[in-house]
């Protein structure tokens, strides 16, 4: 539909809704007919709001709905029609249009559709309109809830949303300029509420318990009522002035009149006697002007102490985003009328209503039953009507719904949100901003109302107000939040007057935690201290004790309890007892091994019953074999079984290791450093709290709010001269105020023609100077040091020196050792030596020399550039270059083993200059022998399930093949030890070179963008869930879907700083595991001392940051590994291989089968005389190895005897796991730990082959 006909249309509507004459209003017809079209007409606007405009344009509101409602109200179909359509004309413009366009066109609608309902407050300030809305109310109110209708509860909402909407409606700045005590549009729109008993209503809907429902629109129409008062100004309505307001105000009076005074007193002296028409030319000596020449002045003296070079030029343009924040406009005095009645509401409503109220508001925002933002309202609200509470005679009950520790909580929880967000959310960082301000007086207002109840005369407040403060002083979050918000404070995003409130605030904190502090001797608070411990994932538990002795005591121990139990097991252990795991994606088959190790595990525990019953269940999942007993066994056999299994030495299979990153190209994993929050208590030291307020970054702002010293009130005057003293004397860090911006700060206050007015700053003022003055006596570097703000440590040295004798003085080099250092140096700069500084070291005369020492004098004396060319080389990285040779064997190797299982484990052995795999990576991935890092992955072999099983072999016929072997030689064993040792030490010592090498790369930044290259997060993000960091990760996905749009919004790429605030992000940050999330993701760590957080850089583009985002989605099982779990499993396969065949050793099988033996022996015990063992027939191992596809469509025997294969041949391996474990080595991370099934397979066929020869 086009605009013109449109037009047309809404005009024949708007005409067929009635006509005004005189006072009365008659209506058509189709007069509810037109007011639902219209209703509908609005809903199919377009962005410009061009219905709504018309509609305002045309005066519907003033001159057909407002007088329809009026006298026609006792049409209830067609008032609710009228109050929908209202409703929908009276929605606040931002809700409209969702901001304040930026475009000029949408800027100018935005401003009509304000304009109109500007026009719809001023028509609503009317008596009558009210008093028929508070009839309707009144009489709907009346019902019971069991009379009431569902039209009658949505006409009580928009009656309340239609008056919320009207009092929301900003005032006209150019038609309202009105002085105070002037009766406003808003404030003839309270009167007719007032007159109407409206107010009684909203007071009545606060206090019902029946209404509840109504809570948040109440508020919200109390705290748009009073958005132009402040509690000062309504407490003091109708009474006299008291002295303290006269004091104030002579006092402004006084500093005014000295103003004026000293301004005309240099008005007088600018005047001369003579020639006042002509001037003259004075040469300024040591004031150079652009040339070399002093600065000629043509202008009268008296006006030469205003002289600048900036005269005439033109005011440099700030950045909009280094401007000051605007403050919010000023608050207006109301006509008395207003004022009077608007005190009497809060009177009432503070007696009857508050604390109802805002319990239920309370309850609403914490079970999220709100819409966004509606917190604001609860802040504003208590910060008002606790302060009035304060001025109008103060009653503690009145308020003790928001006095407690809860609203401490809430309070603080949302500033540190709020803060949050100003950082995050750049295009509303004023909105926040302001949130936050208001948060800060909601907090503010709590403190002065608990040192108002410490002035009570009531025992019971006063001891309230001790536990409130108990809690407060104890807990870290409540003491440190103002340390926290001086630090952050951003001129450019929060304005002065929150400035203004936060100086107070921390004044007040101060001042009651001194007087809490000076009545008790010993004051103990909470302290959080992180803790951080390193510990290797490849530790072991302690193997629990399986010497003869103590397995037969344990044997008697459990044999007695079933015994006494009679094998009898309770109903809810058989039904808790699962020997699978129906969710594990190990085969059921393979976990009849592990329930038989559990079995043994319950009988070490000494845990008799839950061994028995987890038997039995075994039983009936795996009832073939009779693995577990036959399904009629009696208990005595139950009871050898039992025994059997404890003394069996069963094969226990470790957890396999993580998957290693990519980026650590195979390396084995570093050492974790643990984080846990140690909460203890230590005693309060009032000196050493304000000790961590001696900051430039906590100094800087009092010293911005200072700059205005004489547009403050003498109240905060006071509380930034009272921090500075107790920074300067208290302290006695004055230094800290040794600043050339400082001291011209103090010269304007020293020369304020009122400064009379500030005794306290100009005491001050003088004890600084001085104080600088004295120690600028002693200390020639004093005027420097005035360039620059100091920390603690500089203030130190400026004041104590800078060198104490005997401190700082480096021994000097004679002619003679300089000598011997350059020959030295000289002789071996070009050896291969890789580090030269170690190499000249013990050839020095003077042993006492250091490394720095060395590397300083090689660049004094010019014989290096730079210390960076005699770094110490780190292990591992010696060998950076490749010659031609090396790279055309490297090509070589290659060539060889390419078609091998594992490509880079050969090259790594057979390659002559030993380089870590992250070198030869890299170096093949540049010649180009491959495309990625994949095609060097082990490969996973799938031919050797069946190859120790034997074709067609039955679990009886192996299991007895297995007890044909030789006794164990001990010399072999011990041979094999040592080679796992070997293999051990070897292993640890690349694992420390691959640690270090990859520490080195996490320190140096690469250009390029880390995003593109990293490798799959699954498996961290649900490890790092899994230690409970889901919050910070849902913190670092929104920040990176924020800088996303606001990339995507503005087309601007810049580093954004990841900024914790919460206690829980700033642990998180400190997590190692975390932060090598934020690696992978592409988040830079701070480059240097000058940053403090980590940033997002600016080259990720936006779909990267979106899929680094879409990554931390939560994760309810943990993530398959991947190919990058399968190569590292097939690596640690394929390298005991390789040594299992170079040495050629292997361990005999009778030991290993001495627990399978015993259940076989229980076997036949019960099948003697029914069932023999057919012979066992030979397996040919060059059959197995040459037929690998026949043996695997074997899937039967295969399957059976997978399990027992399994059992067997993890025996292999026991006796050297027992070797290691006696030995205590749990500090190698590099041992396999996953025992892979395949590899004991080989092994079990290769035992065969050698007792074959």
């Not at 929301?168 to 007719?192: C, G």
């Not at 700030?318 to 608050?331: F, I, N």
């Not at 007892?577 to 525990?605: C, G, K, N, W, Y």
């Not at 985002?1109 to 994760?1115: E, F, M, N, Q």
Request: hydrophobic content about 35%; some cysteine.
């Amino acid at each position: 539909m086009d605009f013109l006909t449109m037009n047309c249309e809404l005009l024949a509507t708007c005409s067929a809704l009635g006509y005004l004459e005189g006072d009365t209003y008659h209506k058509e017809s189709d007069c509810l007919e037109s007011v639902k079209d219209l209703i509908r007409y609005l809903r199919h606007e377009d962005d410009t709001r061009d219905v709504r405009q018309q509609l305002g344009a045309s005066q519907i509101v003033q001159n057909d709905l407002l007088p329809i409602i009026v006298q026609h109200g006792q049409d209830k179909a067609l008032f609710d029609a009228c109050i929908r359509l209202m409703v929908n004309l009276t929605q606040p413009a931002m809700l409209c249009f969702g901001k304040v366009p930026d475009d000029p066109v949408f800027r100018h609608h935005f401003l009509q559709v304000t304009s109109h309902l500007q026009a719809y407050k001023e028509a609503f300030a009317s008596e009558r309109v009210f008093g028929i809305l508070s009839e309707i109310l009144y009489n709907i109110l009346q019902l019971d809830w069991e009379q009431r209708q569902e039209e009658d509860n949505l006409l009580i909402e928009r009656i309340l949303l239609l008056v919320r909407n009207v009092l929301h409606v900003p005032a006209d700045p150019y038609e309202e300029k009105k002085v105070d005590d002037d009766a406003s549009v808003h404030d003839r729109l309270l009167w007719a509420i007032h007159m109407s008993g409206f107010d009684d209503l909203i007071k009545f809907l606060a206090s019902s318990q029946s209404e509840q429902q109504w809570s948040m629109h109440v508020l919200e129409i109390i705290s748009l009522m009073f958005r132009d008062q402040t509690p000062e100004a309504l407490v003091s309505a109708g009474q006299a002035r008291s002295a303290e307001e006269k004091h104030r105000d002579s006092q402004e009076l006084e500093a005014l009149r000295q103003r004026e005074q000293a301004e005309k007193r240099s008005r007088t002296f600018q005047r001369g006697t003579r020639h006042s028409r002509f001037g003259g030319s004075y040469v300024v000596q040591g004031l150079k002007s652009v040339g070399d020449k002093d600065v000629i002045y043509h202008r009268n003296l008296h006006h030469f102490k205003n002289y600048t070079h900036d005269t005439g030029k033109a005011l440099r343009r700030v950045p909009r985003r280094r401007r000051q924040a605007q403050e919010c406009k000023d608050k207006r005095r109301s006509a008395l009328n207003v004022r009077l009645f608007l005190r009497e509401f809060c009177v009432d409503f503070l007696e009857n209503c508050y604390n109802h109220l805002m319990y239920l508001v309370k309850e609403s925002l914490i079970r999220e039953q709100t819409q966004q933002h509606d917190e604001t309202y609860f802040l504003w609200s208590l910060s008002f009507f606790m302060a009035f509470n304060r001025g109008n005679g103060f009653r503690a009950d009145l308020v003790s719904e928001t006095v407690s520790i809860r609203a401490f909580h809430f309070i603080e929880r949302n500033i540190t949100n709020y803060y949050e967000m100003i950082l995050t959310d750049r295009k509303e960082a004023t909105s926040w901003s302001r949130r936050m301000h208001l948060a800060l007086k909601a907090y503010q207002e709590l403190l002065l109302t608990v040192n108002e109840m410490d002035r009570s005369q009531d025992e019971n407040i006063q001891q309230s107000s001790n536990v409130i403060k108990s809690n407060i002083f104890y807990l870290m979050e409540y003491r440190e939040i103002f340390l926290t918000l001086l630090r952050k404070y951003d001129e450019t995003k929060q304005p002065h007057s929150y400035l203004k409130d936060l100086v107070e605030s921390t004044h007040l904190f101060l001042r009651m935690l001194e007087r809490f502090c000076k009545g008790r001797k010993n004051l103990m608070v909470q302290k959080k201290k992180i803790r951080r411990k390193k510990s290797r994932s490849g530790q072991k538990p302690p193997a629990a004790d399986t010497s003869p002795e103590a397995l037969e005591e344990t044997w008697k121990i459990v044999e007695e309890e079933l015994k006494a139990v009679s094998f009898q097991l309770s109903e809810s252990l058989t039904e808790s007892i699962v020997p699978f795991d129906a969710t594990s994606e190990t085969p059921l088959e393979e976990q009849r091994t592990e329930a038989m190790v559990r079995v043994q595990d319950a009988l070490l525990a000494r845990m008799g019953p839950e061994a028995l019953g987890l038997l039995r269940a075994a039983r009936e999942v795996w009832p073939e074999g009779d693995v577990f007993g036959s399904a009629d066994v009696e208990p005595e056999e139950e009871l050898e079984l039992l025994k059997q299994i404890l003394q069996a030495n069963l094969p226990r299979s470790s957890p396999l290791e993580p998957v290693v990153d990519e980026e650590d190209d195979g390396a084995e994993l570093e050492e974790e450093e643990l984080e846990t929050i140690q909460i203890s208590e230590k005693e309060f030291n009032f000196l050493d709290f304000i000790k961590r307020f001696a900051n430039p970054g906590i100094v800087q702002p009092y010293l911005l709010l200072l700059k205005t010293y004489s547009k403050n009130t003498p109240h905060t005057n006071h509380c930034i001269a009272r921090m500075l003293h107790r920074l300067a004397v208290d302290l006695k860090m004055d230094a800290l105020l040794y600043q050339l911006s400082v001291f011209n700060l103090f010269n304007k206050i020293l020369n304020d023609p009122a400064a009379a007015a500030y005794k306290e700053l100009v005491t001050f003022a003088k004890f600084v100077l001085n104080r600088f003055f004295s120690v600028a006596a002693k200390n020639d570097k004093a005027f420097v040091e005035l360039l620059f703000w100091k920390n603690v440590g500089a203030v130190r040295e400026m004041t104590e020196g800078y060198n104490k004798d005997g401190e700082g003085k480096k021994p000097a080099w004679t002619e003679e050792e300089e000598e011997e250092l350059r020959k030295l140096y000289e002789e071996h700069r070009h050896s291969e030596e890789p580090d030269i500084v170690e190499t000249l070291l013990p050839l020095l005369s003077n042993t006492n020399r250091n490394r720095r020492q060395v590397v300083t004098q090689l660049v004094h004396m010019g014989l290096v550039d730079s210390a960076k060319e005699l770094k110490k080389p780190k292990k591992g990285t010696r060998i950076v270059l490749w010659t031609e040779e090396q790279e055309e064997e490297l090509q070589m190797l290659f060539e060889e083993y390419k078609d091998s299982d594992d490509v880079l484990g050969n090259i790594l052995k057979k390659l002559t200059a030993k380089r870590s795999r992250a070198r030869v990576v890299d170096k093949m991935l540049s010649l180009g022998l491959v495309s990625e890092r994949r095609e060097l992955y082990k490969k996973r072999s799938r031919t050797t399930r069946g190859k120790s099983s034997g074709g067609g072999m039955t679990e009886e016929e192996f299991l007895e093949s297995l007890t044909q072997g030789f006794p164990d030689d001990p010399v072999d064993r011990d041979d094999e030890d040592d080679v796992e040792s070997d293999e051990s030490d070897e292993e640890e010592d690349d694992e420390e070179e691959e640690k270090e090498n990859s520490q080195n790369r996490k320190r140096s930044r690469s250009q390029d963008s880390p995003v593109n290259k990293r490798a799959d997060v699954g498996t961290m993000v649900w490890a790092l869930q899994q230690e409970g960091l889901s919050g910070p990760m849902a913190w670092l996905q929104r920040c990176l879907n924020k800088t996303a749009e606001d990339r995507e919004e503005d087309g601007l790429s810049l580093a954004v700083p990841l900024v914790p605030l919460t206690e829980e992000n700033e642990e998180a940050m400190e997590n190692k595991s975390f932060r090598r999330l934020l690696r992978k993701l592409g988040v830079r760590e701070p480059a240097d001392e000058q940053e403090r957080f980590w940033r997002i850089p600016a080259k990720i583009n936006v779909s990267q940051l979106r899929s680094a985002a879409a990554s931390l989605s939560p994760r309810d099982k943990e993530p398959e590994g991947g190919e990058e779990q399968n190569s590292f499993l097939t690596s640690t396969k394929g390298n005991e291989k390789e040594q299992m065949d170079e040495e050629k050793e292997e361990v005999p099988s009778e030991r290993r089968a001495q627990a399978l033996n015993a259940l076989l022996l229980t076997r036949k015990k019960k099948h003697h005389t029914s069932e023999q063992t057919a012979p066992v027939p030979e397996a040919n191992p060059v059959e197995d190895t040459e037929n690998p596809p026949e043996r695997s469509q074997e899937k039967t025997s295969v399957k059976r005897s997978r399990v027992l294969d399994d059992d067997e041949d993890d025996e292999s391996d026991s006796s050297d796991a027992m070797h290691v474990e006696a030995n205590g080595d749990a500090e190698s991370e590099e041992e396999d730990v996953s025992a892979p099934v395949k590899r004991r397979r080989k092994m079990v066929l290769i035992d065969e082959e050698e007792d074959e020869d």
